[in-house]
């Protein structure tokens, strides 16, 4: 497998999805989590006046911790960040987070365009944005903007995703350097340049 070469060490990476989000998760996230030393900051569609419950879901699936942000938190390397429901979830140029009740995007708060168009923002060329299983084409513009900003994309390959249009979504629109499987994703981020191994 051809390794998407970076020329800026990799810092942080977003992740999108919507439809079929937690099966997708469940094989990413735990293949990323050994030796990880930046940050994941996870979106996924949630029903809005529920409280999440993936990272309980994930925190015994994964060698790293996994947990929500605080509205301010530094974006600390080496933990899993999971978006809370009903807020939209962004990071701002001094790489903290912040909370936003603004209206929804494309249905959607969290919104993955959200996070991916700040994340573009604060780290450029240094984020890699992924796109997975989704039935709408929230994260598109977002993967744009990052691939805009000099950063990276990877989408879900989709045929093999449970929703196909948020991965067609990103490829029509972003151009994404990497489309394949979840397990092909998970090792083009651990060789990419500057991830702990």
């Not at 050994?34 to 925190?59: K, W």
């Not at 301010?72 to 939209?88: L, N, S, T």
């Amino acid at each position: 497998m051809l390794t998407v070469k970076r020329t800026t060490p990799l810092e942080i990476v977003v992740i999108g999805a919507s439809t079929g989000a937690v099966q997708a998760l469940h094989v990413l996230l735990p293949l990323l989590s050994h030796g990880l030393s930046i940050p994941i900051v996870v979106v996924v569609h949630l029903p809005a006046h529920h409280r999440s419950l993936l990272p309980e879901i994930f925190a015994p699936l994964c060698q790293a911790p996994v947990r929500e942000p605080l509205d301010k938190e530094p974006v600390a390397g080496g933990v899993i960040w999971f978006a809370p429901a009903d807020y939209h979830l962004m990071i701002e140029s001094e790489r903290s987070f912040a909370f936003s009740v603004d209206a929804p995007v494309k249905y959607s708060r969290p919104a993955v365009d959200v996070l991916f168009e700040s994340a573009a923002r604060a780290y450029g060329a240094g984020v890699t944005g992924v796109v997975l299983t989704g039935a709408s084409d929230d994260g598109a513009d977002g993967a744009a903007t990052i691939r805009t900003h000099g950063g990276c994309v990877y989408v879900q390959d989709p045929e093999q995703a449970e929703a196909k249009l948020m991965p067609m979504a990103a490829i029509r629109l972003a151009a994404p350097q990497y489309i394949g499987s979840l397990t092909g994703i998970a090792e083009q981020l651990r060789a990419s340049t500057g991830w702990s191994t």
